[in-house]
Every structure is written in C-alpha cells, then in structure tokens.
C-alpha cells in the first residue's frame, strides 16, 4: 500500500498531479469523460529516498522533490523521468520541508535544521543562506515575488527579501 505524503496539481492541466510517498513518486491522469483515473510511477533507479515536499515548474515540465536526507531530486514530467539530484555541494541537515520556485527561475529551500537557501536550479548550487530558530515548515512568497514569509516549528515567523 502506497500512502501518499504530498499531492500537487499540474499548474496547466486540471486532469493530472503527482504524489510523493516515501519511496517514489507517481504521476496521475485523469479522463474524466470516462471516470478513469491511470498513474505512471516515476522511476528513480538506485536512488532510494523519502520525499518530504515537491514543487512543479510554471510551464510543468520539471518537478523538484525534497528528500528526508537534505538533498532535491529533480523529475522531468514529460518524459516521466529521474533527471538529476542536487545540491551541488553538501545535504541539508535535518532533510528539507519546504520548496518553493522564484519567478526568475531560482529555489528557496526550508530545512529542518532551520536553513533557509536560495539554489539556482541550473546549476543546484547554494547562491546564499541563512539560518533561523527551529526548523522551517513553511515559505509563503508575496505577490509581487520579493519577498517572502518563512514559518518555522518554535512559533516564529520571518519576512525575508528574496534577494
């Protein structure tokens, strides 16, 4: 029995989203004329991970997925394939709760050791970070995109630009 951790929407469909359980991850359609639903299970090879979070790119082609072990695997939706695992130097301790895209295309990352990091997802490296008070368990952006609230589990919340 699969139980699913995390379900999101595709942003440009409304008859597909993903799950993430603990160790895979399975992409769902929907034909609704028919009542059918079908799913496809994203194959990851040797890599064997418990996802904590997942956030789809604008146009849904990508899907970056945050594991217990502090690393982001990233999925390529279209083909339905494993495309890499990042960051490019170092986990995060205490595994990774929180993933949210920027409008220009960068990462904010939320961990449970209470890193906040921004990562620029072409190359997965760590552009800046900083650390908070208790693990971070959620990332809110505002509307213009620059700035954002960060909750974290000791009651604290921080407004952050996102430069």
């Not at 059918?36 to 418990?50: C, E, L, M, S």
């Not at 295309?105 to 900083?130: C, R, W």
């Amino acid at each position: 029995m699969n139980v699913a951790n995390k379900i999101k929407f595709f942003n440009n469909t409304h008859d597909k989203l993903i799950t993430i359980h603990n160790y895979g991850m399975r992409i769902w359609t929907c034909d609704l004329v028919a009542k059918k639903v079908a799913f496809h299970d994203i194959n990851t090879g040797q890599i064997k991970r418990k996802y904590q979070c997942i956030e789809i790119s604008p146009d849904d082609s990508t899907a970056y997925l945050g594991t217990l072990t502090g690393d982001i695997i990233e999925i390529d939706l279209v083909r339905q394939l494993y495309k890499r695992i990042g960051p490019a130097k170092g986990l995060f301790s205490q595994g990774i709760n929180v993933l949210t895209l920027l409008t220009n295309g960068d990462m904010l990352v939320g961990a449970g050791d209470g890193t906040i990091a921004k990562i620029e997802t072409q190359s997965m490296l760590i552009k800046s970070q900083a650390k908070v008070m208790g693990a971070v368990t959620s990332i809110t952006l505002t509307a213009d995109s620059t700035h954002f609230f960060a909750g974290t589990n000791k009651a604290t919340l921080y407004w952050c630009n996102t430069d």
